[in-house]
């Protein structure tokens, strides 16, 4: 994906899983962007690269590291800074985590199922 074209992060995160180097990066648009411009206070573009750290048994499922960069975003002292938000997550193509590695029982018990 071309770092000028606007996705969503769902959108990116399944074209990590589609990539053959596993990696997918833009600019998020939408309600994400939204939200992240709103909480920072700032309005330049939120860069999104998503990268695969691991692939499982399970056909389309991988283990994603997810880098949101907000430039400029203001600081308390008056200042700006680069807000950086980087998490990870296991998804399918599907839209559902890999069932390797998931203890379902203990997912239904904190589930309150």
Do not use: W
Not at 83 to 99: A, F, I, K, Q, S
């Amino acid at each position: 994906a071309s770092a000028a074209e606007s996705f969503s992060v769902k959108a990116l995160l399944m074209q990590a899983l589609d990539a053959p180097d596993g990696k997918a990066k833009g600019i998020v648009a939408g309600k994400e962007a939204d939200a992240i411009h709103a909480a920072t206070g700032a309005s330049d573009p939120v860069r999104a690269e998503v990268s695969t750290i691991k692939k499982f048994k399970q056909e389309g499922c991988s283990r994603l590291a997810v880098r949101l960069v907000q430039p400029n975003a203001p600081t308390k002292e008056g200042g700006k800074t680069d807000l950086v938000l980087n998490y990870e997550l296991n998804l399918c193509r599907n839209g559902m985590p890999p069932g390797e590695g998931i203890d379902l029982g203990r997912a239904a018990k904190v589930l309150g199922n």
